[in-house]
C-alpha cells in the first residue's frame, strides 16, 4: 500500500469490488476520514459507488461534500472550532488501496503524480439556471449551473440532438432545446420548442423550474473532461417528485460508465428529503446527525438487513 502526503491531483487505479472492471480506469474513492475539519471532528466515511448523504440542516452534509475535494484553499474557519493549533487532516483511501492525504499545517509535501481525484461540485440555482448566459462557450457546468446554456451551446450537434430527445421522454410538452445569441452582448440563450406549436420557442423564463433542472443533469455525461468524483447538494430540490428517480438514474447510468463513454464517474449526493429514499438502495444511506455533547458530526450506516429500513430512517430523521 502507498501512503502519500501530498496535496496535487491526478489520475488513478481501482480494483474489481462495487465499482467493477471498469473503475480500473479511474480514481475511485473507497472511504475518505475527516480530523478537525469543520463540524468533522473524527469522521470515517465510507463510499459506494453512489453514495446518498440524509440528514437534516446543518448535519454536515456540507461540511462533507466540500471535504470531498481534493484541494482547498483553507481557511481558520475550516479547523474544529477554528482551532489551529491541532491539525486539520483529511485522507483518501482509494479502491486499489493507495491513500492520499492532506494536512494544515504541513509539515510534508510529496508531489509524485498519479494519487488523487478531480472533483466537480454543484450546488444548482434556479437564479443562476435562469440567468443570462456567457458569450464564450464552456465545456464543464459552473457550480451553480448559471453557464447552462454556454455548455450546451459548446456540444455537437449530434449530442445536442440526443440530449432534446431525452429531454421531450421527460417532458412531453416540448419536442426540442436549442440556443441562440443575444443580439446586445452576445450571450448563449436557451430555448425550448412547444410541441403543439413547433414555431413557438419559449425561453428559460418561461419554462418550468423542473425543464431546467432536469437539462442540467441530462447535459452532465457530455462534459469533458469528465470529473473523477461529482459531489451535488439537495439534486431533488427543483424536481417534481416524479422526475426523482429519472434524475437517480442518469447519476447511476454515470456511475457504471453507461452513458461516459465507459468512464465512470463517482457519485456522492447530500439531502434533507426522506422521499428520496424511495429510490435509493440501503447500502448507499448514510445518516448524519450532531452529537449532543459537542456538536461533532455522526455518521450512521443503514443496514441492509433491516426489512423496513426506510421507515427507520425516516424515524431517525424526524428525531433529529
Known amino acids: 500500500m502507498k501512503d502519500t502526503l501530498r496535496r496535487g491531483m491526478g489520475p488513478g487505479g481501482a480494483m474489481d469490488g462495487p465499482w467493477g472492471e471498469a473503475a480500473r480506469l479511474a480514481a475511485v474513492i473507497a472511504s475518505v476520514r475527516f480530523e478537525h475539519f469543520r463540524c468533522l471532528l473524527r469522521v470515517q466515511l ?14 454536515g452534509k456540507t461540511a462533507v461534500l466540500e471535504g470531498l475535494q481534493h484541494q482547498l484553499a483553507y481557511e481558520p474557519a475550516d479547523f474544529w472550532r477554528r482551532d489551529e493549533s491541532r491539525p486539520l487532516r483529511i485522507e483518501w483511501t482509494y479502491a486499489h488501496g493507495d491513500r492520499t492525504r492532506v494536512e494544515y499545517p504541513f509539515s510534508v509535501m510529496d508531489t509524485l503524480p498519479g494519487q488523487g481525484h478531480s472533483t466537480q461540485q454543484l450546488s444548482l ?12 462557450k464552456a465545456t464543464w457546468l459552473e457550480r451553480k449551473g448559471g453557464n447552462l446554456a454556454s455548455v450546451f451551446a459548446a456540444l455537437p450537434m449530434s449530442t445536442r440532438d440526443v440530449i432534446s430527445q431525452e429531454l421531450a421522454k421527460r417532458v412531453p410538452s416540448l ?16 430555448r425550448f420548442r412547444d410541441r403543439w406549436s413547433p414555431e413557438v420557442w419559449f425561453g428559460p423564463e418561461h419554462v418550468s423550474d423542473g425543464v431546467l433542472w432536469l ?25 417534481h417528485p416524479g422526475l426523482v428517480r429519472e434524475v ?57 438487513t433491516a426489512l423496513h429500513w426506510r421507515r427507520e430512517c425516516r424515524e431517525l430523521l424526524d428525531s433529529l
Open 175 to 190: 419536442t426540442d432545446v436549442d440556443v441562440s445569441r443575444d443580439l446586445e452582448d452576445r450571450s448563449f440563450r436557451l
Open 215 to 239: 437539462l442540467a443533469f441530462l447535459v452532465l455525461p457530455y462534459q469533458r473532461p469528465l470529473p473523477e468524483l461529482l459531489t451535488l447538494d439537495e439534486p431533488e430540490r427543483a424536481l
Open 125 to 136: 440555482s434556479m437564479e443562476a439556471l435562469r440567468g443570462g448566459g456567457s458569450s464564450a
Open 248 to 304: 437517480l438514474e442518469l447519476l447511476r447510468a454515470m456511475t457504471r460508465g453507461e452513458s461516459t463513454g465507459g468512464q465512470p464517474v463517482q457519485v456522492v449526493l447530500a439531502t434533507h428529503s426522506p422521499d428520496l429514499l424511495e429510490h435509493v438502495r440501503p447500502e448507499e444511506v448514510r445518516l448524519l446527525s450532531r452529537e449532543p455533547a459537542d456538536g461533532s458530526v455522526r455518521v450512521h450506516p443503514v443496514p441492509a
Open 46 to 59: 465510507a463510499l459506494e459507488p453512489m453514495t446518498i448523504l440524509v440528514g437534516p440542516s446543518a448535519a
